[in-house]
């Protein structure tokens, strides 16, 4: 469900040269006759090209041939169509510089990278119409500046130029996500679905859709789905789990808390859920104080950052365990750290009940996954 660094995945390497030569007017159908020898020399550096400096060379020399009046219609059209290319490319670089100055955290060198390469693919669209890869990683930045719009409508036009492309039905997808537009993300992500079964991230996608939108059915199914295609990958597994513990399917949730724990025993996501679900779960076959504390404070060991949540889930573990002084201290930490009245009131009835030494357990609560920000967004700008 998360980018593992600033943005997106790493762009891929070099496009090929059959890619420059998508537009109605390749080289090979023109013939070696109509089209410039210095054009034909430039092309073949296309293939060694990897740098910046390289791609700005072809850019301009690209340039300096559209500014001739005297150019063939032949030599023009390739030059807007080599121009294109280079444009794109050299935005994927500014692109790949952006997300590495972010990881440094040098925020400013990476938004100012950021422009560069969403200009080259402008650039590279003036020049190219047509070049539906350019306009895929044009909306990508888009998306990644929070203009989820814009980029809708240029995933939009990609869909259209390119209705078989998996990745921009699927990205379209996780933008409608991020703006709670659920049916629309599921229509997306079961095109991308139908174009590429077997992506997990795509599965999981229209999962959180169809439990947002109260398909309980649907969700699990997907959920599970998912977590078959990516038996190994814990986000997937942990968001199945949660799901489970949701709709009260505690036997189930514990099974694969435990495979994400075996997987990475310092989860810390799965350590707070496990612990609060053998804190609170109403069937008491499935209740461990002593385990849901010891849960609890590995997470707390692991990520030391204090909330409300995890003082609160230490407090209902202390209380199963019959630690009630415990207890009360631990619900007393969480009601500092409460985030509004609700959640105040909500921690103030559970230490009612642990001041008359009653343990707390789950009513029927969905507790939805939430993505809070671009950075959490599964887009992909290249086939995988």
Known sequence: MSLSCYRMSRWMQALGLAFVLSGSHTLAQMGSTQVSRDLISLYETTSRAETVDEFSSIIAKCSTVLADKNRSSYDTQYAHELLAWAANKRGELYSDEAASF?????????????????????????????????????????????????????????????????????????????????????VDYTSALRLNPTDPMIVLGRAHSEFLLGDMEAALID????????????????????????????????????????????????LENVAWLMATCPDARMRSGSSAVKAIRRAMDRDPEENSKRWDTMAAAYATNGNWNLALEAIEGAIQFANDSEELKDLKYRQALYQKKQIYTQAYEIQPPVRQSAENLNLSTRPR
Not at 144 to 157: K, L, P, S, T
Not at 158 to 181: C, D, M, S, T
Not at 223 to 236: F, G, M, S, T, W
């Open 102 to 186: 972010a990881e440094r955290g040098k925020s400013q060198d990476a938004r100012k990278h950021d422009e560069l390469a969403e200009d080259d693919f402008r650039l590279a669209l003036a020049h190219d119409p047509n070049r539906w890869k350019a306009r895929h990683n044009l909306a990508v930045t888009l998306a990644m500046r929070n203009d989820f719009d814009a980029a809708i409508r240029e995933f939009g036009q990609v869909i259209k130029q390119k209705p078989e492309y998996a990745n921009a039905h699927f990205n379209r997808g996780e933008l409608y996500f991020q703006q709670q537009r659920y049916d629309l993300a599921i």
């Open 223 to 270: 959920y599970a789905e998912a977590a078959r295609l990516a038996p190994d990958n814990v986000e997937i597994l942990a968001d199945f789990a949660d799901a489970l513990q949701s709709v009260q399917q505690w036997g189930q949730a514990a099974s694969v808390y435990r495979r994400v724990l075996e997987l990475d025993p310092d989860h810390v996501r799965s």
